[in-house]
């Protein structure tokens, strides 16, 4: 059964900082892996999706990167601000299904502070 | 565009009561999920439904039923609510490809006493 584990669970840095979000699967048979934020009483918003053959993806400030074979994910933001304070997710799409039957980590909660 | 749309926000329920969790999309996507969200568990996959006329069972799918009414709505159904349904439920949708990206709506957080 694919475990997704996300360290640390929880983060807080003063604003400008550049930091890393860590994910790890342990089956590496996987289709995509994506990033989610999910804010306070929120839905989930995907933010990145990295597929199996890809080794990273950017959007803005944003870098994610996959290594496969270790099995580790990590969800590079830059420039941190306040408006950056959410929980990030990772998930999985194993691989053989195209249903999209995403394993989630249990998140990370990042707080930037002022 | 609404895209992901989940009718109520908010339930209360008594032990034994029944209720249906509503959701539609307006992206025509072919793919629909329902998944619920607890402390400490992370988000857990009840039924999804890869296409219409299709539903099969997630991780957690004991005290729930599904139907998939047409390709923009996906119902969740309680039939006896239990304490232990109490959560946040989610539905999400995506293009059948797996390689699409998934849009989750706003949650239902649902109490059951």
């Known amino acids: 059964k694919q475990e997704v584990t996300q360290i640390p669970a929880a983060l807080s840095v003063p604003e400008g900082e550049n930091l890393v979000l860590n994910c790890s699967f342990t089956d590496s048979a996987i289709y995509n892996l994506q990033w989610f934020r999910q804010d306070p009483g929120k839905g989930l918003t995907s933010l990145l999706l990295i597929q199996s053959s890809q080794r990273e993806q950017t959007s803005g400030r944003l870098n994610a990167s996959l290594d496969k074979s270790s099995g580790r994910s990590t969800l590079y933001i830059a420039a941190s601000q306040p408006g950056d304070s959410a929980t990030y997710l990772c998930?999985?799409?194993?691989?053989?299904?195209?249903?999209?039957?995403?394993?989630f980590g249990q998140g990370t909660i990042l707080t930037v502070h002022p | 565009n609404a895209g992901v749309t989940q009718t109520p926000k908010f339930q209360v329920l008594k032990t034994g009561q029944s209720m249906t969790l509503q959701c539609a999309q307006d992206?025509?996507?072919?793919?629909m999920y329902w998944y619920r969200q607890d402390p400490g568990m992370g988000l857990r996959l009840i039924y999804y439904?890869?296409?219409?006329?299709?539903?099969d069972k997630g991780e957690v799918p004991n005290g729930y039923n599904v139907s998939r009414l047409n390709k923009r709505e996906f119902s969740l159904r309680l039939e006896s609510a239990a304490p232990s349904q109490t959560s946040v439920y989610f539905c999400?949708?995506?293009?059948?490809?797996?390689?699409?990206?998934?849009?989750f709506g706003s949650g239902t957080q649902l109490s059951v006493l």
């Open positions: 999400a949708s995506r293009n059948r490809a797996a390689n699409e990206k998934l849009f």
């Open positions: 992206m025509n996507h072919n793919s």
């Open positions: 998930a999985v799409t194993p691989g053989g299904t195209s249903y999209g039957k995403l394993t």
């Open positions: 439904s890869a296409s219409e006329g299709t539903t």
